[in-house]
């Protein structure tokens, strides 16, 4: 079982910054394809970043692509999400995810594992 661990969320204005973290333990992290996801206020829950075992691939949704950056540390299981010039569109609980599978993951059901979320308020 893996455990996926949140942490630094919170309340910032518009044109802000936030850096995400995200721990893992229980697992094989350095295999593991690593996603983040939020889900808005009566909204689906929708794809943000990915990254591979390696780090050598990345992919972003359109909406934060030029903004956000993932990033991982392998020795430290950790993968982390740099925020910048963040929108109130960018309002969520804030999802990390671990893919044990082959090739990329962009839905949710493609994922095995899930944190508990960590809420960020981008105010205007």
């Known amino acids: 079982q893996v455990l996926l661990v949140e942490s630094g969320g919170g309340l910032v204005q518009a044109g802000g910054s936030l850096r995400l973290s995200c721990a893992a333990s229980?697992?094989?992290?350095?295999?593991?394809?690593m996603g983040w996801f939020r889900q808005a206020p009566g909204k689906e829950r929708e794809f943000v970043a990915l990254?591979?075992?390696?780090?050598?691939?990345?992919r972003y949704a359109d909406s934060v692509k030029g903004r956000f950056t993932i990033s991982r540390d392998n020795a430290k299981n950790t993968v982390y999400l740099q925020m910048n010039n963040l929108k109130p569109e960018d309002t969520a609980v804030y999802y990390c995810?671990?893919?044990?599978?082959?090739?990329?993951?962009?839905?949710?059901?493609?994922?095995?594992?899930w944190g508990q979320g960590t809420q960020v308020t981008v105010s205007s």
């Open positions: 990254i591979r075992w390696s780090g050598s691939i990345t």
């Open positions: 229980g697992g094989s992290f350095s295999s593991y394809t």
């Open positions: 995810a671990a893919r044990n599978g082959i090739g990329l993951g962009y839905a949710t059901a493609q994922y095995d594992y």
